[in-house]
């Protein structure tokens, strides 16, 4: 590493054998992996060297202008694209006749000497920020292939210099967050290979993150051809050993290496075109090296390979950034169900939020206890899959939460080899009778008392709930420290569980008896019934009626357009008290303040404790307001709630006046009759979980916060929202001993970063495969995309794709497109005329509410946020779930 000119020459330039993982600052992502790859038994690579980040450094610190160039470059936005292409252009023309300083220029020529001035060279670029486990910067600078001559390495090197400008490596670091000033670029110069074949490798399946399956891809001559998508690479599969799958594709063309330097396309002879590029056994044995540098780095590797006189070659190796993690689960063959698409909430949760869910479901039921995977909690169902019933009935239970997560389900059970392999988990003992067999019991004795005529009584939920919350209140303001976080990590469990087993009975009573419904109705009257119209303005339903609450005080403030053009603006810390200074403020003051006081807990993704709640940040609400002043008259939310009851209650007298022509309708008829009142009695009461969930969640972030302050106070944390990043256990122990581990807190605040890029599979498995499942549909016209029908009616309109409720812009006519939707969305439903989401089921929270405002309604559309662009004209048909984009 340069030997003539001692120091100031070894900085500019290292071999690859004096490099390791802990090079990155000097020599990249691509440079550190390729120094790791040549610690690798067995591993053949190239010989070469890497043009140090201080080289850079040095270059470009030559330049007067550049400072004033980068400052101009940090304020554009990822999505300037012309400003983008101006200034790259013009720092890149800067760079690219910017003379190499000659210590610079003199480390380099001797580092291609000593690896041989006779042969051709790649030339690539290797960021600091390259090739990492979080953010792959790969194709984002250029790579030149085929360089023979020093001068030529010497001016290819300061092109790759330069490319850290291109236009999509400025767009890609703005997008991310890197500071242009801040990424440092080396450049490894490589020799060259010229293979007969080459490819990338992945040690994870990348369609479905399988962790068993090794993916190739292989295509003739230079692996650039596959890369930049000239030709269709042949695809092998490999697993434990044996070529599991294999397709030849049509290989029209190869890039080949000339003779003076630089690559050109050939077209390939029509008898070649169809050759399996790599036989089998070159196959198995670089599926083999994979698992070896897979081993090494300790995860999924993403490989760039070549194939030459008979001799395996790694040119790199990268992490693979897109898959997800696999589940923090017990060893063994296991299947785990998104819990995030039970609850209408996919986002990432953060550690606290986890723990919370952790502990208290574990204490619930130890079968139940979720496991994490991505930021994300996961329930074990391996248990279910292991048995002949659960393969029988699991699918169907998760059938009505999310119609894609049961036929993923279903699509595990057809594997009858892997299924074969599961057993059931051993778990400790609760000490408490199985939750699964309590709810059993009241399910067998609900259903037997609604078919034979026992009447439920109406509980009393909201004082049951009053007094847990009572009672939790004066607990915790009897406590402090450690023994108040303690409490709250036991409360949790049974503070729930006492309100469930008040209202359980008659939500599923409800549950059953829309069942019960929907089945007779075809039987008898030979067509679906009319659950949708019975459904609308149901009484009871907590969600509803906030979102009703809501559009009363968009009333009390429609009146004051300067009050409204205030609201847009203000600030959560002074929201309340800024309204003095405004017209109607005496007004709306007091009325935004009940609702608060009222509905204050809850916020979108509300199942994460440490999600913002109304009450600590009420500026999310503006925008659902002013969408509801926008889209309807005063009093017109109270006008369309009574005439959707008068609605369901003609449907329910035509339903029972159709039944009693038929032959025994009157026994029909009362049968019916008892079903649809039991219904509609107790629909309602299915948001009610939700509701003291989410006030229980809020009691215990007051108390968890108060101590937040008080270790911010003491300096053991930095700020109050550090310990959103901690455990339960963590934080009690960070209360009790005065310490917590700020790097650990720092890293988790990065994942959770990463984790948000990641979209959650609905199942998985402990191999790392996600299955989505699928409609299986045929019925599709052009172009459509499918759903599962969840509220009648077919509407046209503009849609508005939603992703944070604090962005909405809702006016009359529009369509609510959105991810996901919980009661933290229930305002928009108020201003939209229909509902198009990503998950969901018949009877999770958007379908329900749709059809209570009787909105058409298509649940479980895959990516409706990307395919269906914010201002597109849709059409969404709720009876067949069916979503058009028109224009």
């Not at 090197?157 to 400025?170: E, G, H, K, N, P």
């Not at 019934?529 to 009626?545: H, R």
């Not at 650990?744 to 970063?753: F, K």
Request: include cysteine; charged fraction near 25%; aromatic fraction near 8%.
């Amino acid at each position: 590493m340069g030997r003539k000119g001692g120091r100031t020459m070894a900085r500019f330039v290292l071999d690859f054998a004096d490099i390791d993982k802990d090079s990155l600052a000097l020599a990249g992502g691509k440079g550190a992996n390729l120094g790791e790859l040549c610690r690798i038994p067995g591993v053949a690579v190239p010989a070469g060297f890497a043009v140090t980040t201080e080289a850079y450094a040095a270059f470009t610190g030559t330049s007067r202008e550049l400072p004033a160039l980068l400052a101009a470059l940090a304020g554009v936005d990822a999505a300037a694209r012309e400003e983008i292409g101006r200034l790259g252009s013009r720092i890149r023309a800067h760079l690219e006749g910017l003379p190499v300083p000659s210590p610079i220029a003199a480390a380099i020529a001797a580092a291609w000497r000593r690896t041989g001035e006779g042969h051709a060279y790649a030339v690539r670029s290797s960021a600091t920020a390259e090739d990492l486990p979080g953010a792959s910067f790969a194709g984002q600078q250029d790579t030149y292939l085929n360089v023979r001559g020093w001068g030529e390495v010497l001016a290819h090197v300061r092109r790759c210099w330069a490319s850290l400008f291109t236009d999509r490596a400025i767009a890609y670091r703005a997008r991310n967050g890197f500071d242009h000033a801040g990424v440092r670029l080396a450049v490894v110069v490589q020799r060259m290979v010229f293979p007969e074949a080459a490819g990338i490798m992945f040690t994870a399946d990348p369609v479905n993150g399988n962790r068993k399956v090794v993916s190739i891809d292989a295509a003739f001559g230079l692996g650039e051809a596959l890369v930049s998508g000239l030709v269709n690479a042949d695809v092998y599969k490999v697993r434990e050993g044996r070529i599991v799958k294999r397709r030849v594709a049509a290989k029209g063309l190869a890039i080949v290496p000339l003779a003076d330097g630089g690559t050109e396309e050939r077209e390939l002879p029509a008898g070649r075109q169809r050759e399996q590029a790599l036989p089998d056994a070159a196959i198995l044995e670089l599926a083999g090296v994979g698992r070896r540098i897979e081993a090494h780095f300790g995860r999924p590797q993403d490989i760039e390979w070549a194939w030459a006189a008979g001799r395996l070659y790694v040119v790199q190796s990268r992490p693979v950034t897109t898959l997800f993690p696999l589940p923090e689960a017990a060893e063994g063959p296991g299947v785990y169900v998104s819990f995030g698409h039970v609850q209408m909430m996919t986002d990432p949760i953060r550690p606290l939020g986890m723990a919370v869910w952790q502990r208290t479901m574990g204490a619930i039921d130890a079968q139940y206890t979720p496991v994490a995977a991505g930021g994300r909690l996961y329930l074990d169902i391996t248990d279910s899959l292991a048995s002949w019933l659960g393969r029988r009935t699991t699918a169907l239970m998760y059938s009505r939460a999310d119609a894609l997560m049961a036929s993923a389900i279903a699509e595990v059970i057809r594997r009858r080899e892997f299924v074969a392999t599961l057993r059931p988990r051993k778990r400790p003992k609760t000490g408490q009778s199985s939750y699964m067999r309590r709810t059993m019991g009241m399910m067998a004795g609900t259903a037997f008392g609604l078919l034979f005529g026992k009447r439920l009584e109406t509980p009393d939920a909201e004082g049951v709930a009053t007094v847990i919350l009572v009672r939790l209140r004066q607990e915790l303001r009897r406590r402090s420290g450690a023994e108040r976080l303690e409490y709250i990590a036991g409360h949790f469990s049974t503070g729930f569980e006492a309100m469930m087993n008040e209202i359980m009975r008659p939500v599923f009573a409800a549950w059953l008896a829309a069942m019960l419904i929907g089945w007779l109705a075809r039987r008898w009257l030979g067509e679906p019934s009319l659950l949708d119209e019975l459904t609308k303005s149901a009484p009871g339903n907590v969600s509803t009626e906030m979102g009703l609450e809501l559009g009363d005080l968009a009333d009390v403030i429609r009146p004051y357009p300067e009050a409204l053009a205030y609201l847009r603006a203000a600030e959560d810390a002074t929201f309340l008290e800024g309204l003095a200074s405004v017209a109607g403020g005496e007004v709306i003051r007091p009325a935004f303040a009940a609702f608060l006081h009222k509905y204050g807990m809850r916020c979108p993704g509300e199942i994460d404790i440490t999600r913002p709640r109304w009450r600590e940040r009420p500026t999310q609400l503006v925008p659902a307001i002013a969408s509801h002043i926008n889209s309807m008259e005063a009093g017109e939310h109270r006008r369309r709630f009574a005439q959707g009851r008068a609605d369901a209650e003609r449907a329910a007298a035509e339903l029972k006046r159709r039944l009693k022509r038929k032959l025994g309708g009157g026994a029909k008829a009362r049968l019916m009759g008892r079903l649809v009142a039991t219904y509609r009695r107790f629909i309602g009461l299915r948001e009610y979980p939700k509701y003291i969930l989410v006030r229980l969640l809020d009691e215990y972030k007051r108390a968890i916060m108060e101590e937040a302050a008080l270790l911010v106070k003491q300096g053991v944390l930095d700020m109050p929202e550090d310990v959103f990043y901690l455990s339960l256990d963590e934080l009690t122990a960070a209360v009790r001993t005065g310490r917590a581990d700020r790097r650990a807190i720092a890293a988790r605040r990065e994942r959770y970063a990463e984790y948000e890029r990641l979209k959650p599979p609905r199942v998985l498995t402990s191999e790392g495969e996600a299955i989505e499942g699928s409609y299986g549909r045929r019925d599709l016209p052009a172009g459509a995309l499918a759903g599962m029908p969840v509220s009648a009616g077919t509407v046209e309109g503009r849609a508005r794709v939603v992703t944070r409720l604090e962005e909405a812009d809702m006016a009359k006519g529009d369509i609510l497109v959105a991810p996901f939707t919980d009661p933290g969305w229930t305002p928009l439903f108020v201003s939209a005329s229909a509902l198009v989401t990503e998950v969901g089921g018949q009877m999770t929270h958007g379908a329900v509410v749709a059809r209570e405002y009787g909105i058409p309604a298509v649940v479980g559309v895959d990516e409706a946020t990307r395919k269906i662009h914010d201002g597109d004209r849709i059409r969404v048909d709720g009876t067949r779930g069916i979503v058009e984009v028109l224009h």
